[in-house]
């Protein structure tokens, strides 16, 4: 898969690496003891540590620490036993500290390796370089009164990992399938719930440019505070764009920070501070450096659940799905889980799979549901395709049914009989229907007898109409081609 | 190291310090002079010796991932008053408030 992008002076090929910050799954913030919870009254979950009172001192949640392994683990990455908090200085108003507590020289995650699946069923591996933790700032609203800004700390001090790539993605699409596969792979681990709506993941993305064949990197953007896969892959299609356009146009680009105007799709310099990247990141001298056991890693890797690209093989290893069956599934923890229950009932995998990956995203859509609070439970999911194998419904009679019990209840066994859509497998039946629309329609009769063999699909359609959908569509087949042959 | 009247006049800047003009030069020779009997320290052999992180033997203290502060926005609260909001009443529906800061 290649994105090139043609400018006046040749073919540009984009370079792009992705900064995820994901909010770690934990009680209490990383640093105090106040809760995390979303959608609390503004600066009710702040401790005086989180304020920043002068003399407050901060204490390590051994959980956050945990997680972050547990997530580096998952990114197959290296640990490290010995990691160091810093402190970052900026002064912005939702940062009472006038830091940020982060790990720069020392993380606590090293070089890992995230494996994409590819549209055309290939993989790439896309290179991690690092994970650190980091205290999340609090939130500013602008928005709330003409002159003033205001700000609510509830969000300061809670636990962020920062999972940095390596430049190794070349195209839009790749950086969006790239950070639903961490999103999946965190969910997986329940280190972070993966929410972009509610800001507990988003990321910045470096974009450059080069002309194919080129080895070096060139100057580098950074488009900050992305919050949907989107906004992701739009913002990057029109940074390179701008990017090949300067240097067609004999400018340089700058190396700086953008923000991406998802209304007007364009990515745009945010004012540029003077020392913007002056951070004097120093060891905070209020924090010892987190240490850390093997027997510590290996208990945390001995209690890892099976991760997505494990569950995949499994899917494509037991029940002979294909890979891009299988990575559907597994591309959501819930969606897997509901179609083993539904294997479990019905034990047909590729009906299942294929139900699971067609009609039920199709049907929760229909009744606004989603998978978390499904109307129909995953054993009534199955019953109903029992009745397909077993030949009491037809396929579209099936279709029928999951409509209605995605919406009003979800008893098939009720909803088949109550709307009479038991299929018909009286033969005397279907061949009285068979002979009404034989006796009915003498040209197409001719057209048929007269070789087109391809007219057995109408008069198939024909009677499954006069019959309600109900008629096994293969007794109906076998009847039509006997009697119009004859 | 010493430190010269730009580099001071950054630093200030980084540290939002506003220093006047004619205090940078005195300043540079100053911070130089600390900067200078700091480096002292440089003249100890310290080839494979590993930072030492605190002057007390012990590792760090672990906190138990439970809930157990916050619900204080009153206390926290407590000093922001801010007299740009007529009604004089910082805790404008229990927000700290700054003049608007707009990227």
Not at chain 1, 294 to 314: C, F, G, M, W, Y
Not at chain 1, 374 to 379: A, D, I, N, R
Not at chain 1, 385 to 394: G, K, R, W, Y
């Amino acid at each position: 898969m290649s994105y090139i992008i043609e400018g006046k002076t040749g073919d540009w090929e984009v370079v792009i690496g992705l900064e995820i910050h994901a909010q770690i799954i934990s009680q209490s913030k990383l640093f105090s003891g106040a809760a995390t919870a979303f959608g609390a009254g503004p600066n009710t979950q702040v401790s005086l540590v989180d304020a920043a009172m002068p003399g407050m001192l901060p204490v390590i949640n051994e959980e956050c620490v945990r997680q972050a392994v547990k997530t580096g683990l998952g990114l197959k990455a290296k640990i490290n036993l010995h990691s160091v908090f810093e402190r970052k200085n900026y002064f912005y108003a939702d940062l009472p500290q006038g830091y940020q507590i982060s790990q720069y020289a020392e993380p606590v995650v090293g070089e890992g390796t995230v494996v994409l699946d590819m549209p055309d069923g290939g993989s790439r591996e896309i290179g991690i370089e690092r994970l650190h933790m980091e205290q999340d700032a609090g939130k500013s609203m602008h928005d709330q009164d003409p002159k003033r800004t205001f700000v609510d700390l509830n969000r300061s001090g809670v636990a962020l990992m920062e999972i940095v790539s390596k430049p190794d993605l070349r195209t839009p699409e790749e950086a969006g399938i790239y950070l639903r596969k961490v999103r999946s792979i965190v969910r997986y681990l329940g280190t972070c719930d993966g929410n972009m709506e509610e800001g507990s993941m988003r990321a910045d993305v470096n974009v450059s440019v080069r002309k194919t064949g080129e080895t070096e990197l060139r100057t580098r953007t950074e488009i900050k505070n992305l919050n949907s896969v989107r906004f992701v892959m739009k913002a990057i299609e029109h940074e390179a764009q701008r990017q090949v356009q300067a240097y067609d146009n004999g400018e340089e680009v700058v190396q700086e920070t953008r923000l991406y105007d998802s209304q007007k799709g364009e990515t745009r310099s945010m004012r540029s501070k003077e020392f913007a990247h002056d951070y004097r990141y120093f060891p905070d001298p209020d924090l010892l450096p987190v240490e850390l056991t093997e027997d510590e890693v290996e208990a945390i890797r001995a209690s890892l659940p099976e991760l997505p690209d494990e569950t995949k093989q499994r899917l494509m290893d037991d029940f002979g799905l294909t890979p891009y069956d299988a990575g559907v599934l597994v591309a959501e923890k819930e969606t897997v889980a509901f179609f083993e229950a539904v294997v479990e009932e019905c034990g047909d995998p590729k009906l299942a799979a294929n139900w699971v990956i067609n009609q039920m995203p199709r049907e929760l859509k229909r009744s606004g549901k989603s998978i978390e609070n499904s109307p129909v439970s995953p054993q009534n999911f199955g019953k109903l395709l029992n009745f397909v194998l077993n030949d009491t419904v037809s396929t579209s009679a099936a279709n029928t049914v999951i409509g209605i019990m995605y919406v009003d209840g979800d008893d098939p066994v009720a909803i088949i009989k109550d709307k009479g859509l038991e299929q018909i497998t009286d033969s005397g039946e279907i061949e009285a229907a068979v002979d009404q629309v034989i006796a009915g329609n003498p040209d197409q009769v001719a057209d048929f007898q007269g070789g087109n063999e391809k007219a057995i699909g109408w008069f198939v359609g024909q009677v499954m109409k006069s019959t309600g959908g109900k008629a096994n569509p293969k007794m109906v087949n076998e009847l039509l081609r006997t009697k119009l042959k004859g | 190291m010493s430190l010269d009247k730009n580099d001071v006049k950054k630093i200030a800047f980084l540290a939002r310090i506003r220093v006047p003009e004619e205090a940078l030069e005195p300043l540079a020779g100053e911070l130089s002079n600390i900067i200078g009997w700091v480096e002292q320290l440089s003249e100890v052999e310290t080839e494979g010796v590993a930072p030492m992180t605190s002057v007390a033997d012990m590792t760090w203290p672990r906190r138990a991932d439970t809930v157990s502060d916050g619900d204080c926005a009153a206390d926290v609260l407590a000093n922001a008053t801010d007299p740009e909001i007529p009604s004089g009443d910082a805790n404008v529906g229990g927000f700290y408030t700054v003049p608007k800061v707009v990227e």
